[in-house]
C-alpha cells in the first residue's frame, strides 16, 4: 500500500473487521516492516470477526499452526482451508484432521499455471542475459477430451450454477482425500500430480439463461457459448 497507494488496497485491520473470507496470496518474509511470518497468531485471531473462512495458498509459515488449532478448537473460525503448511513435508497431522480442507501445496500446479510459471521464468531470464525472448509465450497445450460442458441453468440459482461449472472443472475434495489417506507421500503427490486444466480450457452450452449468469462464467475465465474468458498464457 505504501508503494501503490491505498485507492486498490486496505489495511490488513480493515480486512479482519469486514470480511467474510480472509485468503492469503503473500511470499514469506521472516523480519522487517512488512514480514509475513506468523502474521495470522493469536492476536490476529482475537481480532478477526467471529466464523470468519481462513485460506492460505501462499506458505505454510505465514500461519502460526498451534494459533490455528486454538482458533479451530474455540469455534472461532467458519473453516480453515490449508495447502501449505508449516515445516512441509513434515507437516502437523493434528493440524490436518482439524482443517476442513487440506491439500499438499498443489494450489498451483494446474497445466496452465506452470505454463505461466515457465513464460515468467523465460521472460526474466531473458531479459537479464539479453537472449532476445522477452515476449517468449507457450504456443499451445495439450488438448484433452472432456472440455465441453452443457449446463441447464433453468430454476437454478447463480450459486448453483457456478458450482456445477466449477466441480466440472476440479473437486478439491479429492485431493484433500488423497492427501488424509496418505500424509507421508507429501513429496510424491506433488512431483506426480496429475494434470488439471484451469476455467479457460473449458467451453460451457449454458442453456435457458435468463438472469445473464453466463457473463459471471465469462468472468471467471470459462469460455461460455463461444465468449472467450480471460487467459493468460
Known amino acids: 500500500m505504501r508503494r501503490e497507494g491505498a485507492s486498490e488496497f486496505v489495511l490488513l485491520e480493515y480486512i479482519k473487521q469486514e470480511s467474510d473470507i480472509i485468503t492469503f496470496h ?11 511470518f506468523h502474521i495470522v497468531n493469536e492476536k490476529f485471531f482475537d481480532s478477526i470477526r467471529r466464523r470468519v473462512h481462513l485460506i492460505n495458498t501462499s506458505r505454510g509459515e505465514v500461519i502460526d499452526g498451534n ?38 501445496h498443489i494450489a498451483g500446479y494446474s497445466t496452465d499455471g506452470k505454463a505461466n ?11 537479464f542475459f539479453g537472449l532476445g525472448l522477452d515476449n517468449w509465450s507457450v504456443n499451445s497445450l495439450s488438448e484433452f477430451s472432456d472440455n465441453k460442458m452443457v449446463i441447464n441453468a433453468a430454476g437454478k440459482k447463480q450459486e448453483t450454477i457456478i458450482s456445477e ?23 510424491e503427490q506433488r512431483e506426480h500430480y496429475r494434470p488439471r486444466r484451469e476455467y479457460g480450457a473449458y467451453t460451457i452450452n449454458l442453456l435457458n439463461d435468463k438472469d445473464n449468469i453466463g457473463t459471471v462464467l465469462t468472468e471467471l475465465g470459462f469460455i461460455v457459448n463461444g465468449n472467450s474468458g480471460i487467459r493468460n498464457l
Open 26 to 36: 503473500v511470499p514469506l518474509t521472516i523480519e522487517g516492516q512488512d514480514k509475513t
Open 67 to 104: 494459533a490455528l488449532k486454538k482458533a479451530i478448537d474455540s469455534g472461532r473460525l467458519g473453516s480453515a482451508v490449508l495447502d501449505v503448511w508449516e515445516n512441509e513435508p513434515l507437516i502437523d497431522k493434528d493440524l490436518l484432521q482439524m482443517v476442513t480442507i487440506g491439500t499438499p
Open 117 to 127: 510459471g515457465t513464460k515468467m521464468s523465460v521472460r526474466s531470464l531473458s531479459k
Open 165 to 187: 461449472a466449477v466441480l466440472r472443472t476440479y473437486n478439491v475434495l479429492d485431493d484433500d482425500a488423497i492427501f488424509r489417506k496418505s500424509i507421508s507421500s507429501f513429496e
